[in-house]
């Protein structure tokens, strides 16, 4: 039996339910979907102020918040930790370069999540990449297309407001939609609160009153959102950030070439000039295409590439796993 130890971001119980934010949501999805010869425990970063000692139980750390990777090794080390930390690095060749080449000289291995960042620059020993997925049990189609509102929605942290395009594209993209009859619902998030963040349920609601998602990132991860909505139903309009090359949307409109609020305009004016018969096809290829690849449980079983790297680093050691890309390889051939 493996028993191993995840440190994830913000996660907490509210009167209205429990809230998460994105490393959160990630290792709580790698939690259920554990295989039956590994035990997961599941860490918050406020966890850590308790004592790095309480790790040294555990065969393997894995830590998805990597602008701490530099405190939290040393940390484990000299608390007497001796098994591998695994980081996951979040983020594509488009920013983060120092927390880049950090991450590589502390971690002892470090799972990317997009490959634009894996490929970038050339390929690092002690690393591989398996991009994050999504509890496909949860995140779900519960009203058809044609009768939902004709409503764009986006969400975001506005820590990295100029990243995430909130003031400069969003805000002047909502009074242009709305001129079109097109609701907007847009929801920054300043801290993981009540009312600024919903729970998975009113999550997979939200995601099920719209039409259309947006993303206007000039970096990112994968975004989960994004993916969440798109196994929803909602379909994308999106810069090519973060796991967007891998997410085979079909080109334009639903890739805008650049980010200005026309360019969303008439990416998503573009969509509604369709019949809703057509617009149903575009919703249907991004679920299907959703569904196949990306879960995190059957019938992607994102899940297993994550604990057969894990099982082979704590039997073999870093070293002795060949950077890799998930769709080459069988997770029995890591």
Same mark, same amino acid.
């Given at each position: 039996?493996?028993?191993?130890?995840?440190?994830h971001d913000v996660e907490?119980?509210?009167?209205?339910?429990?809230?998460?934010?994105?490393?959160?949501?990630?290792?709580?999805?790698?939690?259920?979907?554990?295989?039956?010869?590994?035990?997961?425990?599941?860490?918050?970063?406020?966890?850590?102020?308790?004592?790095?000692?309480?790790?040294?139980?555990?065969?393997?750390?894995?830590?998805?918040?990597?602008?701490?990777?530099?405190?939290?090794?040393?940390?484990?080390?000299?608390?007497?930790?001796?098994?591998?930390?695994?980081?996951?690095?979040?983020?594509?060749?488009?920013?983060?370069?120092?927390?880049?080449?950090?991450?590589?000289?502390?971690?002892?291995?470090?799972?990317?999540?997009?490959?634009?960042?894996?490929?970038?620059?050339?390929?690092?020993?002690?690393?591989?990449?398996?991009?994050?997925?999504?509890?496909?049990?949860?995140?779900?189609? *519960?009203?058809?297309?044609?009768?939902?509102?004709?409503? /764009?929605?986006? !969400? &975001?942290?506005?820590? +990295?407001?100029?990243?995430? $395009?909130?003031?400069?594209?969003?805000?002047?993209?909502?009074?242009?939609?709305?001129?079109?009859?097109?609701?907007?619902?847009?929801?920054?998030?300043?801290?993981?609160?009540?009312?600024?963040?919903?729970?998975?349920?009113?999550?997979?609601?939200?995601?099920?009153?719209?039409?259309?998602?947006?993303?206007?990132?000039? *970096?990112?991860?994968?975004?989960?959102?994004?993916?969440? /909505?798109?196994? !929803? &139903?909602?379909?994308? +309009?999106s810069t090519y950030v $973060?796991?967007?090359?891998?997410?085979?949307?079909?080109?334009?409109?639903?890739?805008?070439?650049?980010?200005?609020?026309?360019?969303?305009?008439?990416?998503?004016?573009?969509?509604?000039?369709?019949?809703?018969?057509?617009?149903?096809?575009?919703?249907?290829?991004?679920?299907?295409?959703?569904?196949?690849?990306?879960?995190?449980?059957?019938?992607?079983?994102?899940?297993?590439?994550?604990?057969?790297?894990?099982?082979?680093?704590?039997?073999?050691?870093?070293?002795?796993?060949?950077p890799f890309i998930h769709?080459?390889?069988?997770?029995?051939?890591?």
């Amino acid at each position: 039996m493996y028993h191993i130890g995840i440190i994830h971001d913000v996660e907490h119980q509210s009167p209205k339910g429990v809230l998460r934010w994105a490393y959160a949501t990630r290792s709580h999805c790698l939690q259920k979907y554990a295989p039956p010869d590994f035990t997961v425990d599941r860490y918050s970063d406020d966890d850590t102020h308790k004592g790095w000692r309480q790790f040294n139980g555990y065969d393997l750390l894995f830590v998805l918040d990597y602008a701490l990777a530099g405190s939290y090794v040393g940390h484990a080390r000299s608390a007497g930790f001796s098994g591998p930390i695994v980081v996951s690095f979040n983020k594509d060749h488009r920013s983060r370069h120092k927390e880049w080449i950090e991450t590589l000289r502390v971690a002892d291995f470090v799972v990317v999540n997009n490959v634009d960042r894996f490929l970038q620059g050339g390929i690092h020993p002690r690393t591989c990449c398996i991009s994050n997925g999504l509890d496909l049990d949860h995140w779900r189609v *519960t009203t058809p297309f044609a009768e939902r509102p004709e409503r /764009a929605i986006w !969400c &975001g942290g506005t820590g +990295v407001k100029k990243k995430k $395009g909130y003031h400069d594209i969003l805000m002047p993209l909502k009074p242009m939609l709305e001129a079109e009859g097109i609701k907007c619902d847009f929801r920054p998030v300043t801290d993981i609160t009540p009312d600024q963040v919903l729970t998975p349920d009113e999550q997979l609601a939200w995601y099920n009153s719209a039409q259309y998602v947006l993303c206007a990132s000039e *970096t990112e991860g994968t975004p989960g959102y994004l993916l969440e /909505a798109m196994a !929803c &139903g909602c379909v994308p +309009v999106s810069t090519y950030v $973060g796991n967007v090359p891998e997410f085979a949307l079909p080109q334009p409109p639903l890739v805008v070439q650049s980010r200005t609020p026309e360019a969303y305009r008439q990416a998503i004016l573009s969509m509604r000039s369709h019949p809703v018969e057509d617009a149903q096809y575009w919703s249907d290829i991004v679920a299907e295409e959703t569904w196949m690849r990306w879960g995190y449980g059957p019938p992607a079983s994102r899940a297993a590439w994550f604990y057969a790297l894990f099982r082979r680093l704590i039997d073999d050691g870093p070293e002795a796993v060949k950077p890799f890309i998930h769709w080459d390889v069988e997770p029995e051939g890591i």
